[in-house]
């Protein structure tokens, strides 16, 4: 049974950088999409990063495009979002998700594996 656990969250200052990452455990990269998700209190979870299966592709949110980073290490089996220039409204909890199968995609209904997630704080 494939298990994912992120680490790398913590509080920054605004236009600081934080590299979250998602150890995957019990199954190949190269078998699933991983996908990087955020909720913030009293909000619904949103899609920020994802990337296919073969490394290949990807995506990101409008609201992250160009500040963040998806990438994948396939000795360590784990993915990784680089953050920089953040800012208050990136304060979340970020989740890392697992979809079998090549595509990914920002649509949290897609994904069935999740991890326990890592608070990230945007705040002077």
């Known amino acids: 049974q494939l298990q994912l656990a992120e680490s790398g969250g913590g509080l920054v200052q605004p236009g600081g950088s934080l590299r979250l990452s998602c150890a995957v455990s019990g199954a190949s990269l190269n078998d699933y999409a991983i996908g990087w998700f955020r909720q913030a209190p009293g909000k619904g979870r949103e899609g920020v990063s994802c990337?296919?299966?073969?490394?290949?592709?990807?995506r990101y949110a409008d609201s992250v495009r160009g500040r963040f980073t998806i990438s994948r290490d396939m000795a360590e089996n784990t993915v990784y979002l680089q953050t920089s220039s953040l800012k208050p409204e990136d304060t979340a909890s970020y989740y890392c998700a697992a979809a079998a199968g090549f595509w990914c995609t920002l649509a949290d209904h897609e994904y069935d594996l999740w991890g326990q997630g890592t608070q990230v704080t945007v705040s002077s």
């Open positions: 990337i296919t299966s073969s490394g290949s592709s990807f």
